[in-house]
């Protein structure tokens, strides 16, 4: 099969397009034909190998263990393992290729993939490959921290970017959750944020949005680029700051450990601070909540949006025009 093949860490130029062998599937593995795949920064993170400690977490020390990149991926079931029920061949699907740490390659930039069966769902008849493959990494971002029961209907929430591909995702929950939604992002972004259900937009090169006179119920902050004690000035007493945090491409965070310093210090200061989320453990499991993907995409209540769309010799483009930062929605590959 045809596949991208990553043999060293750095710029996108280390990807190439190979013939290699088609993967054997496990036991309880779906092996899919790969007709579209989608780029999202953990990509990006994995093909660079930074920050430095992505690789002790399972990457591999100096190179990548596993050689072809990609995690999201919508196709068709080629074949499955003896102890695979939910899935037969022909079944269109849709999911991420991993299961538990993203910090490594997932082998979906490929003709043919193998998916661990919880990884997956049936992809609805309402949605193209391109927009299935664009949900599963940020769909499950934004579910899993806004989760149902996180807002009440007429609560405010600010989404600190909100034109990128988990922001997008993270306005439409919001609005389906009855929220009054102000999306933040850069003014070439607003139309679409605007278009996905925002109330109210934010030009981040024109205001600071920590200094203004609104106050929010929730901050959903992807993009991380203001401290916690400043965003504090503008939410409720009892509203609650949400950080997924983004190293915006190596601009920011540290070369060896990234942002994971300051996630550490918010989990530690969350048990003294009601406006920070508690620890839990009771995060729903992948295979629940690619279901509630896909519930949410069959009745319109999530619309992927896609930016543009490379051909599988063109990964390494989408890459850098992903690390650019001016991509509205995803980034797409068309197998």
Not at 80 to 108: C, M, Y
Not at 231 to 242: A, D, F, H, K, S
Not at 306 to 325: F, H, K, M, N, Q
Request: net charge positive; hydrophobic share 40%; aromatic share 8%.
């Amino acid at each position: 099969m045809k596949a991208v093949v990553q043999k060293a860490y750095g710029s996108p130029h280390v990807l190439e397009l190979r013939e290699i062998d088609k993967p054997v599937v496990k036991d309880d593995e779906v092996l899919v034909r790969v007709h579209a795949a989608s780029v999202h920064p953990d990509v990006w993170h994995v093909v660079s190998g930074r920050p430095y400690v992505l690789r002790l977490m399972g990457s591999g020390l100096r190179r990548p263990k596993v050689r072809v990149p990609g995690t999201d991926v919508a196709g068709r079931v080629d074949s499955t393992g003896k102890d695979v029920t939910r899935f037969q061949p022909g079944d269109e699907v849709f999911g991420e290729t991993l299961s538990g740490n993203q910090w490594r390659n997932g082998g979906a930039f490929a003709e043919y993939v193998s998916v661990p069966q919880d990884a997956l769902a049936l992809k609805p008849g309402n949605v193209t490959f391109e927009q299935a493959a664009a949900v599963p990494t940020s769909g499950l971002i934004a579910l899993q921290n806004l989760p149902e029961g996180r807002l009440r209907p007429g609560q405010s929430v600010l989404v600190n970017g909100a034109g990128g591909g988990v922001g997008s995702f993270a306005v439409q929950l919001a609005k389906t959750y009855g929220a009054k939604v102000t999306g933040v992002d850069h003014q070439t972004k607003l139309d679409m944020v605007r278009s996905l259900g925002a109330d109210l937009v934010i030009d981040y090169t024109q205001k600071d949005f920590t200094r203004g006179g609104e106050r929010y119920d929730l901050i959903f902050d992807i993009l991380g680029n203001h401290s916690f004690s400043d965003c504090r000035r503008v939410l409720t007493p009892e509203g609650t700051y949400v950080l997924i945090g983004h190293d915006r491409f190596g601009d920011a965070g540290g070369r060896w450990l990234g942002s994971l310093p300051h996630f550490f210090k918010l989990m530690a200061l969350s048990p003294f601070m009601g406006q920070l989320p508690k620890l839990s453990s009771s995060t729903s499991g992948k295979k629940d909540s690619m279901a509630v993907l896909k519930e949410l995409l069959e009745t319109g209540k999530l619309t992927p949006v896609i930016d543009r769309t490379y051909s599988l010799s063109e990964v390494p483009e989408a890459i850098r025009y992903l690390a650019e930062g001016t991509a509205k929605g995803k980034v797409v590959i068309t197998v």
